[in-house]
Nanobody, 123 residues
Framework: QVQLVESGGGLVQAGGSLRLSCTASEPTFSSSAMGWFRQGPGKEREFVAAISRTGLAKNYADSVKGRFTISRDNAKNMMYLQMISLKSEDTAVYYC????????????????WGQGTQVTVSS
């Protein structure tokens, strides 16, 4: 399985922005659908966004549409989540995920996971 490491989390005020990064160790990163999930305090893990192998297809949770942008750079084995207009309800541990099955961006069923990075939005 591909090894994933998230970075870029931190403390930000409401209305601010952050960019999360996910580094993949697997050279075949470009063959994997990728996604971001989050788990807020006392909540179940939820889908945030996903991107196809080529980056041409993207899928977002309704709660982040228009505020979050997912992207990837296959040459660098990197995926990103640009977050703007952050709200207190965005506070969560954010996880990077990958799967060789291209349908994962629709099914949200990913097999490889990172350890997560904390994002805290203060109001």
């Amino acid at each position: 399985q591909v090894q994933l490491v998230e970075s870029g989390g931190g403390l930000v005020q409401a209305g601010g922005s952050l960019r999360l990064s996910c580094t993949a160790s697997e050279p075949t990163f470009s063959s994997s659908a990728m996604g971001w999930f989050r788990q807020g305090p006392g909540k179940e893990r939820e889908f945030v966004a996903a991107i196809s192998r080529t980056g041409l297809a993207k899928n977002y949770a309704d709660s982040v549409k228009g505020r979050f942008t997912i992207s990837r750079d296959n040459a660098k084995n990197m995926m990103y989540l640009q977050m703007i207009s952050l709200k207190s309800e965005d506070t969560a541990v954010y996880y990077c995920a990958a799967d060789r099955n291209p349908s994962a961006i629709a099914t949200q069923d990913f097999g490889s996971w990172g350890q997560g990075t904390q994002v805290t939005v203060s109001s």
